[in-house]
């Protein structure tokens, strides 16, 4: 069982940073990935960011290279995303997940913490 608990949201202005938390994000023995979604008022959660259980490999939806970074302290057991220059189009709720090696689809991702909201205001 994994259990996953995220932090670090809230309300930012355009062009303002955040980094976001998961605690909980380690679990020895087994291969997998850790990833951030997130999902608007009305919309399909969706992928964000992900890094391998080795930390050697991560991936960036389209909208958020550049801008957004995934990093994890396996001493912490916590995964991070540090988001910079946010815009309105960011705001949602974000999720951490833990999942299948290379998922990107929320279908492939087993464990879900409680998300955390960010907003961001223009």
């Known amino acids: 069982q994994v259990q996953l608990v995220e932090s670090g949201g809230g309300l930012v202005q355009t062009g303002d940073s955040l980094r976001l938390s998961c605690a909980g994000a380690?679990?020895?023995?087994?291969?997998?990935?850790l990833g951030w979604f997130r999902q608007a008022p009305g919309k399909e959660r969706e992928f964000v960011a992900s890094i391998s259980w080795s930390g050697r490999d991560t991936k960036y939806a389209d909208p958020v290279k550049g801008r957004f970074a995934i990093s994890k302290d396996d001493a912490e057991k916590t995964v991070y995303l540090q988001m910079n220059s946010l815009k309105p189009e960011d705001t949602g709720v974000y999720y951490c997940a833990w999942g299948g090696l290379g998922a990107i689809s929320p279908s492939e991702y087993y464990y879900w913490g409680q998300g955390t909201q960010v907003t961001v205001s223009s």
């Open positions: 380690r679990r020895t023995g087994v291969y997998y990935d």
